[in-house]
């Protein structure tokens, strides 16, 4: 298997060695500069308050998730404006909204710990392709969006009430945990 070199990087946060400045990329890059090597080539070194992004997540070493929303907000955008553009069908457009761009966003949800108003500003933009994608106007009420097809609404399931299920069921399932991680989850 062989890495790839320009998706690979290393950085710190000295937490123990430097107490008063653990993201100081002067004293980070001075100590792993020049010692990580993975096939014996020489890994980058970035800033610790620089986001990377780790199995699609944009994360820092000091837990800002300010570019983790940023890139979500920007790939959401995105794709719904070319959703919106498309000359598929309401029901091809709504297929397209609950099984490619709402997973998506759902992905982030166990790690990123979005504000209320971030996850509603998504939950706004979801909604109103829902809308679009009917052709209704974007004062439609957004709880008839919100309900089931079944139920005469749009099928556009809010992403508020999904957000706190997926973080109430990481919870649930953190809580039985067994290993290192239940028992500190259950310390807390």
Not at 117 to 143: E, F, N, R, V, Y
Not at 157 to 186: C, F, K, M, W
Request: include cysteine; proline fraction near 4%; charged fraction near 20%.
């Amino acid at each position: 298997l062989k890495v790839n070199m320009d998706k690979s990087s290393a950085t710190a946060a000295l937490h123990c060695s430097n107490h008063d400045k653990p993201y100081d990329y002067t004293i980070v890059s001075k100590r792993i500069t020049g010692r990580v090597h993975v096939q014996g080539t020489q890994v980058q070194v970035h800033a610790p308050k620089e986001a990377f992004r780790y199995l699609g997540i944009y994360i820092t070493m000091d837990l800002q998730w300010r570019a983790q929303y940023q890139h979500m907000l920007q790939l959401v955008t995105k794709k719904l404006a070319s959703l919106k553009r498309s000359w598929l069908s309401p029901k091809q457009k709504m297929r397209v909204l609950n099984t490619s761009v709402r997973p998506m966003i759902r992905y982030t949800f166990p790690v990123a710990p979005y504000t209320q108003q971030q996850i509603k500003t998504l939950d706004s933009l979801m909604t109103s392709a829902a809308k679009a994608a009917h052709g209704l106007p974007t004062c439609a009420s957004t709880a008839f969006a919100h309900n089931d097809v079944e139920q005469g609404g749009l099928g556009c399931p809010s992403l508020q009430v999904e957000y706190h299920a997926v973080l109430a069921e990481r919870l649930i399932i953190t809580l039985n945990d067994h290993t290192t991680t239940g028992h500190i989850t259950r310390a807390l």
